[in-house]
C-alpha cells in the first residue's frame, strides 16, 4: 500500500512559478513509476509528465514539455513537478500517482487508469 499527499498548489500568474511536492508513505518507493495528471475545464484528465523509477526516464505532455520539470528523491519518498512559465491554460486539481509496485519500475505507461495510488490532489489557479 502506498498514500500519496500532494502540497505546493496555489496560485500564480501567468509567467510565474509553482511547485508541487508529493510524499508517499510506504516501502520500496523506488518500486513505482511516478505521475503527475492534472484535470482541467479544457482538456478534462491528463498526464503532464511522469518518471520511472530511477528519474533517468521522463514523460511530458506536449502542453507542458520544456516549462515543467519532474524530479524524485527516492531517499525522501517524494516527486516533485517543478511549474515555470504558467499559462492560465493550466489551471486546475493536480494528482500525483503511482504505478507499481514492480523492481525498478519504468514508466510504462500514462493511462490513469493503470495507476494504482493516487494523492488527493492540490488545486493550481493561473491568472492572467
Known amino acids: 500500500q502506498l498514500q500519496l499527499v500532494e502540497s505546493g498548489g496555489g496560485s500564480a500568474q501567468t509567467g510565474g512559478s509553482l511547485r508541487l511536492s508529493c510524499v508517499a508513505s510506504?516501502?520500496?518507493?523506488?518500486?513505482?513509476?511516478m505521475a503527475w495528471f492534472r484535470q482541467t475545464a479544457e482538456k478534462g484528465g491528463e498526464c503532464v509528465a511522469g518518471?520511472?523509477?530511477?528519474?533517468?526516464?521522463?514523460y511530458y505532455s506536449r502542453s507542458v514539455k520544456g516549462r515543467f520539470t519532474i524530479s524524485r528523491d527516492n531517499a525522501k519518498n517524494a516527486v516533485y513537478l517543478q511549474m515555470n512559465s504558467l499559462r492560465p491554460e493550466d489551471t486546475g486539481v493536480y494528482y500525483c500517482?503511482?504505478?507499481?509496485?514492480?523492481?525498478?519500475?519504468?514508466?510504462?505507461?500514462?493511462?490513469?487508469?493503470?495507476?494504482?495510488?493516487w494523492g488527493q490532489g492540490t488545486q493550481v489557479n493561473v491568472s492572467s
Open positions: 500517482a503511482a504505478d507499481g509496485p514492480r523492481p525498478r519500475a519504468l514508466l510504462v505507461t500514462t493511462v490513469s487508469s493503470e495507476f494504482d495510488y
Open positions: 518518471t520511472s523509477w530511477s528519474g533517468e526516464s521522463q
Open positions: 510506504g516501502r520500496a518507493f523506488d518500486n513505482y513509476a
